[in-house]
């Protein structure tokens, strides 16, 4: 079991940063993360996904060379840098884990076991 609990959400203006933490607990071996986002009346997208070992990360188009994902192990947590916010990013965003024992990328929300309870990111223009 893991359990996940993300911080760092808020408002900020368009062109701004947030940095959003996951924090993992319980069994957190070999775990691949990954961020999703839901805005109001929408579908949860994929955002970005980062292995086990941090070696590779992907990320979906619409946040791509905006967003950067990495991750500290000693700490059992999960970062997700966003810069150059657009209001367009306002939505609840998740962190999600699941255990792999490849070093492999998920990026749909069904391969994915546990959540976070999501924090608010809302970008105003």
């Known amino acids: 079991q893991v359990q996940l609990v993300e911080s760092g959400g808020g408002l900020v203006q368009a062109g701004g940063s947030l940095r959003l933490s996951c924090a993992a607990s319980?069994?957190?071996?070999?775990?691949?993360m990954g961020w999703f986002r839901q805005a109001p009346g929408k579908e949860r997208e994929f955002v970005a996904a980062i292995t086990w070992s941090g070696g590779r990360t992907y990320y979906a188009d619409a946040v791509k060379g905006r967003f950067t994902t990495s991750r500290d192990n000693g700490k059992n947590t999960v970062y997700l840098q966003m810069n150059s916010l657009k209001p367009e990013d306002t939505a609840v965003y998740y962190c999600?884990?699941?255990?792999?024992?490849?070093?492999?990328?998920?990026?749909?929300?069904?391969?994915?076991?546990?959540w976070g309870q999501g924090t608010q990111v809302t970008v105003s223009s």
């Open positions: 319980g069994r957190t071996f070999g775990i691949a």
């Open positions: 999600a884990t699941r255990y792999s024992g490849l070093d492999v990328i998920y990026r749909n929300g069904v391969d994915y076991n546990y």
